[in-house]
């Protein structure tokens, strides 16, 4: 299919001018190609398939990718249950690479097959750079963290302590790493494997300790107990709880993967929530995603609410 290789290589050619460590390189309707994304992580590049149309156009894919991304290249096909097959189809693809996003190094794990993802995600790439520039001088919440990217970012910040909270174990000990790449002793920072539905609600309980809180949930999934949890019906709980944790002039983003939840429909849930937990909200501005998002519509340009608490 001809007409597939050149919209990835339009795809390609339109983010010529960005050079972030990981980005976005074909955006799925954004690029006019449903259920086909490739991200970069440094020295590899990830196609994911959501879609098994594109299966049979592989050759059409990398023939548009060409020689202008990396030539390591690794294929993702989601399957049912979280799950997903991984293939190497150009070069070689390590299991681990370690990528740098504004001075801050993470561990990438390319060929990780679950549905969490490969430890960094593009589109929270402005989140992360809020919470670094505030979170210097107090301790940061990271809730649903998966490997730890946040954290890092507001350790680098200067946080006193990262309290990293996932409900899978295998993410403590990559978050772990992800503190020490930055120069951090992991012992002095806490990795918590638990409900973070559960941890929040005791945090809310203990009142404003956090300088800043990361909460980015996802769409849905199930609690350690076994309840489903979607985060449509729950991102106002964790608005109100998250802003009970957070210190006076403190910061946070508050995001979802879920995006018919648009970024105004998360800063209503923010200004109801300061209300009713009495804090005074000094600025509320949606979490933008970078230029390498090209998906149009309702809630496409957008991922979350950044929160800056007033020092009062
Ligand atoms: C999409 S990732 C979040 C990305 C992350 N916030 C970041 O900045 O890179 C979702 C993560 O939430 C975790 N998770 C899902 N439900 C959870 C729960 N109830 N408690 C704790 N962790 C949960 C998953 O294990 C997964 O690592």
Known sequence: MAGLSQQVRRAVKRRAGIVHDVRRLVDGTGDDVPGLFVDVYGEVARIELHDVRWRASI??????????VPEGLVLL???????????????????????????????????????????????????????RARARGGPHLNLFAHAGA???????????????????????????????????????????????????????????????????????????????????????????????????????????????????TLMEAVRSAADEVGRAVKTLAPLRLGPDFTATGAAANTRGALVQLARR
């Not at 050759?59 to 202008?68: E, F, H, N, S, Y």
């Not at 991984?86 to 299991?95: A, K, L, S």
């Not at 996003?101 to 060929?111: T, W």
Request: aromatic share 4%; charged share 25%.
């Open 59 to 68: 050759r059409d894919i990398v023939t548009g990718l060409g020689p202008a």
């Open 77 to 131: 096909e989601r399957k049912k249950r979280g799950q997903a097959d991984v293939d190497i189809v150009r070069g070689h693809v390590p299991r681990g690479v370690v990528v740098t996003e504004s001075g801050v190094r993470l561990l990438v794990r390319p060929r990780e097959a679950d549905a969490a993802g490969a430890g960094v995600f593009a589109d929270l790439r402005e989140g992360r750079a809020f919470l």
């Open 150 to 264: 946040s954290g890092a970012a507001a350790f680098v910040g200067g946080a006193t302590r990262v309290d990293h909270v996932d409900m899978s174990k295998k993410c403590a000990g990559w978050a772990a790493t992800n503190l020490a790449l930055n120069g951090a002793f992991p012992r002095a920072h806490r990795f918590i494997v638990d409900d973070a539905l559960k941890v929040l609600r005791r945090a809310e309980k203990r009142g404003p300790v956090y300088q800043t809180i990361c909460c980015d949930p996802p769409t849905t999934a199930l609690r350690p107990s076994g309840q489903r949890m979607v985060a449509r019906d729950v991102m106002h709980t964790l608005a109100r709880q998250c802003l009970a944790a957070l210190l006076p002039g403190g910061a946070m983003s508050l995001s979802c993967n879920d995006r018919s939840l648009d970024a105004e």
